[in-house]
């Protein structure tokens, strides 16, 4: 069974910066696609950003030249790096893993294995 633990949430000031990051257990990170995912109360799960087993990354447009995904390979990690908050950033963010193949997962319903999240707060 697949584990992702999310952590390093909290709560920031507007402008300000948080890093998480998401620890995925068993052999077979390296060969995952990874993407960050968050919802906000009331609205639906959206894709904040994805990184493939090659490294390669996408973004969403809100957090374009904000935002970094990044990963360890040997120590199973996902990361984000979230710089310039602003409120419309606070949401519950999630990891989510599934394996790389001829299409790359990019959508929630692509992704089989999710963490339990780790909630980000922007205050103005």
């Known amino acids: 069974q697949v584990q992702l633990v999310e952590s390093g949430g909290g709560s920031v000031q507007s402008g300000g910066s948080l890093s998480i990051s998401c620890v995925v257990s068993g052999s077979s990170y390296t060969r995952y696609c990874m993407a960050w995912f968050r919802q906000a109360p009331g609205k639906e799960r959206e894709g904040v950003a994805t990184?493939?087993?090659?490294?390669?990354?996408n973004y969403a447009d809100s957090v374009k030249g904000r935002f970094t995904i990044s990963r360890d390979n040997a120590k199973n990690t996902l990361y984000l790096q979230m710089n310039s908050l602003k409120p419309e950033d606070t949401a519950m963010y999630y990891c989510a893993a599934d394996f790389c193949g001829w299409r790359l997962p990019r959508d929630p319903a692509d992704f089989h294995y999710w963490g339990q999240g780790t909630q980000v707060t922007v205050s103005s």
């Open positions: 990184i493939d087993s090659d490294g390669s990354t």
